[in-house]
């Protein structure tokens, strides 16, 4: 019986085919006389994509005189695919100027484009299009609009257009719902989720993916559990992407019983859920228990990617001891990802914080790619040590070569300031940070910049800049300038920092303890006898800890 070749074609797209079959394939094709065909150049285009090789597919669009509109959606989401935003849209606008117009899968492959390359910009200009092409009732370019502004922070954008479609599918529902919960607006997700219920659309395993990810407090713990019940009803408990992300929710709020339980009741975990379960750990404070799940998995044949070895490699890091550390870093050289940015630049911060600074320098010098986080990493580590000078230069070097920073590039600094006391320098930074490139101060700067003043002296002006804060002030920042007046015994602003900190709760004990040590320094010890009664104890030692190597290897 004979198969028109197209069949075999269109049966070998399903299968990933190597790039010396792609190759081969491609040859026949030309040797039959087919290669000016659309049809079979958009799919050999497909397979030279799938294998990343974007020169070879570029080649073939330009020698394939008659282009479709398969044709020109294949390349674009090839480049996307790629990060290669500026050719995606160069061959858009190319696309404009041609005999073919866009469908709805080019412009919903562009709108998918801008928000990973975060370009609200591109965004508005491409929904303008929609409109002008008359596709903004389409569902597929309707949902990846309100997926993309959503995801960009535009969430007034993203309710318009979920707003303006009269009847939505489940996809629509469910990327308003995600929407929201990108946003941690769980209320408004919850109110979503039941309005579509009542319109009889019945939520799927990513509508309760919505829901969940907008757990982030356990204060909301019981909503979560809800959710996680009708996720047994629907019966997508089971499904990865539904457990791993239940794992993360009770991982967040650290309940950790039921993440170990969700994560037991998975017949086969994947990568992605091993990793939530390590992540969590991890976050949870327990780094040894993160590692030995990490050679759980390894021993079971699991194997990791960049983004879990990165997080392993945060684990090593709040340890005192390097082996760890240096045996995942052999680990991500024997797996080829030890030049993956995430993973080098949890390497260097590894490395600087166990104690081997030498070390992590000398990966940030082999890299071959550096981002602002490579470049934060080795900041940050510079700081830590006090080599500030060393640190500004790398900060000069990045801008130099076009890298914008972030909050956590200036938090870098300006610890580094802290650490080597330099307090112009240390204003200079902090004015930059908002004057040039526009970052407004968070908690963690605020921080910084109170140990800068206060250890340096100026606690007034340390005084003054917590109260141009706005209420409430951050605990952290008044705990920065209590520590600032225990440094200088300054016992009367020491009254008023407590005051705010504490009120007539005293919550925090490595506070009380601070607070106890300056009063029975000042001979103070009525108050502090009453810190003892407040705090319901006659002992305010906070428990010691220590570690202890073992000599049993991690992988």
């Not at 849209?89 to 005999?99: H, P």
């Not at 993160?290 to 998995?297: D, H, N």
């Not at 990802?337 to 030498?358: I, N, R, T």
């Not at 706005?470 to 005051?499: K, M, Q, T």
Request: contains cysteine.
């Amino acid at each position: 019986m004979f198969i028109p070749f197209h069949s075999i074609l269109s049966q070998l797209s399903k299968l990933k085919l190597t790039i010396s079959r792609t190759k081969e394939l491609h040859a026949f094709i030309i040797k039959t006389h087919l290669s000016h065909d659309p049809f079979y150049a958009t799919r050999i285009l497909r397979f030279y994509a799938v294998n990343n090789d974007i020169i070879s597919a570029r080649n073939l669009f330009d020698k394939t005189p008659q282009r479709s509109i398969y044709l020109w959606n294949s390349l674009i989401r090839a480049y996307a695919k790629a990060h290669k935003f500026k050719d995606a849209f160069s061959l858009f606008k190319d696309m404009l100027s041609s005999e073919i117009k866009p469908d709805n899968f080019t412009f919903a492959c562009l709108i998918r484009a801008s928000y990973e390359n975060y370009d609200v910009h591109s965004l508005r200009v491409l929904h303008g299009a929609v409109v002008l092409n008359g596709l903004q009732w389409d569902f597929i370019c309707s949902s990846q609009l309100v997926s993309a502004y959503s995801r960009l922070g535009c969430i007034v954008d993203a309710s318009k257009v979920f707003y303006g479609i009269t009847e939505p599918d489940l996809v629509l529902w469910n990327s308003m719902i995600s929407g929201y919960g990108c946003l941690g607006e769980l209320e408004k997700g919850l109110e979503l989720f039941s309005r579509m219920q009542i319109m009889g659309v019945r939520p799927d395993e990513y509508t309760m993916v919505g829901l969940i990810i907008s757990i982030y407090d356990v204060c909301v713990l019981k909503i979560g559990e809800v959710i996680h019940g009708f996720c047994l009803k629907l019966g997508v408990e089971s499904k990865d992407h539904v457990s791993s992300l239940l794992v993360s929710m009770y991982c967040r709020v650290k309940c950790m019983d039921s993440a170990f339980r969700v994560f037991d009741s998975v017949v086969e975990p994947d990568l992605v859920t091993w990793s939530a379960l390590i992540s969590g750990v991890s976050l949870c404070g327990n780094s040894v228990k993160a590692l030995y799940l990490f050679r759980e998995m390894n021993m079971k044949g699991g194997k990791a990617d960049a983004s879990l070895i990165a997080t392993v490699l945060t684990a090593c890091s709040q340890l005192a001891t390097v082996q760890p550390g240096s045996e995942i870093h052999g680990y991500a050289f024997r797996h080829g990802y030890q030049f993956e940015v995430m993973v080098s630049s949890a390497l260097v911060d590894m490395y600087s914080k166990c104690g081997f600074l030498e070390m992590g320098y000398q990966v940030y010098k082999t890299m071959t790619f550096k981002n602002i986080v490579s470049y934060n990493s080795i900041i940050s580590c510079l700081g830590l040590y006090g080599l500030a000078s060393q640190a500004f230069q790398i900060f000069e070097k990045a801008l130099e070569e076009g890298h914008k920073p972030d909050e956590t590039t200036f938090s870098a600094l300006l610890c580094a300031c802290c650490h080597a006391g330099l307090v112009n320098d240390g204003r200079e930074y902090f004015r930059r940070m908002k004057d040039q490139f526009g970052i407004s101060a968070n908690t963690e700067h605020y921080v910084y910049m109170v140990k800068l003043l206060g250890m340096e002296g100026q606690l007034r002006e340390a005084y003054e800049l917590v109260q141009s804060l706005e209420e409430p002030v951050d605990s952290g920042i008044w705990g920065a300038l209590l520590s600032c007046c225990d440094a200088h015994r300054n016992y009367e602003l020491a009254d008023i920092v407590a005051y705010h900190l504490f009120g007539n709760k005293l919550e925090n004990s490595s506070y009380r303890v601070m607070l106890s040590k300056m009063y029975a320094s000042d001979g103070r010890w009525d108050l502090v006898n009453k810190l003892r009664v407040d705090s319901g104890s006659t002992k305010l030692k906070l428990p010691g800890k220590s570690w202890i190597t073992s000599k049993n290897a991690f992988l």
